[in-house]
């Protein structure tokens, strides 16, 4: 009830089919955001148009004929597939950098995939588009994806083979764009050089994202960074001081958080 009131406030329901109401709500589930981008759809599609406040079927569209998606992420990607090429295109890179990017970054990786840099009106567009927001990343211009299921539905649409590239490249903008301060990105570089199948990169980058994390006491993250690093130490050839300084580390915190058993394994482990 509380999501056919919600499709409400957006629309003149009186347009809409009481079967094609009940069907559209079957398939939300619940989920509010389904709602919002069914109504998007409609709107792009030209099926709705505002008026008094809500917006109503426009004569002579017949809702029924339009197709309901079965998903919400069958619904997001009909959204971006009809985007033109440059939008859909500029959407899939971001969406590698992750949830949120800044501009100098972006421009960055499309310089290096070869495209243009003049991305700004790219990105107004999108941002009318409402899938994308302007927002501060780190005290930079930069944006986000409206919603982190968008960014995660246009990541996982992404051809396997073509994320490792686009991660590798994403990786290496990283460091041109913040060579001067490259401590700030350590996270950043360890998750794009691992996901871009680099594991000489990653495992230097994790050892000193854990060396960071552990630092400030961020026990979890340190686990994280150092278990991830141990593993790819067994995977990298001549990688001994590396794989003793993940292992010596991760006991050392595994110790701070009351995981003897774990410490003393690795401590003998050395």
């Keep these: 009830e509380e999501a056919r009131q919600l499709f409400g406030t957006y629309v003149d329901v009186e347009g809409f089919s009481s079967e094609v109401v009940t069907s559209l709500l079957e398939r939300a589930a619940g989920n509010p955001f389904f709602i919002q981008e069914f109504v998007r759809m409609l709107i792009e599609q030209g099926a709705l148009e505002l008026s008094q406040g809500k917006w109503r079927v426009v004569p002579p ?40 990017f800044t501009l100098r970054l972006l421009q960055e990786v499309e310089r290096r995939l070869g495209r243009t840099t003049a991305i700004r009106p790219m990105l107004e567009r999108l941002v009318e588009l409402e899938l994308l927001e302007p927002r501060s990343v780190k005290d930079e211009e930069g944006y986000s994806f409206t919603h982190v299921l968008t960014q995660e539905t246009i990541y996982q649409n992404i ?68 278990s991830r690093a141990l593993q790819l130490s067994q995977l990298v050839t001549e990688a001994s001081a590396e794989r003793w300084h993940a292992a010596l580390h991760l006991a050392d915190v595994y110790q701070l958080t009351g995981n003897y058993d774990e410490a003393i394994a690795l401590y003998q482990a050395i």
């Design 159 to 226: 051809l396997h083979q073509d994320r490792i590239e686009l991660h590798q490249v994403v990786a290496q903008s990283y460091e041109a764009c913040y060579r001067d301060r490259l401590e700030t990105q350590i996270e950043s570089l360890a998750l794009h050089y691992d996901r871009a199948r680099r594991r000489e990169k990653a495992l230097l980058y994790m050892l000193r994202a854990g060396d960071r994390a552990r630092q400030r006491y961020a026990n979890k993250e340190a686990i994280k960074y150092y």
């Design 61 to 100: 569209t017949v809702i029924e004929e339009i197709d309901l998606p079965t998903s919400l992420r069958t619904l997001m990607l009909a959204r971006i597939d009809r985007l033109p090429d440059n939008l859909r295109q500029l959407l899939r890179d971001a969406s590698v950098i992750g949830l949120q």
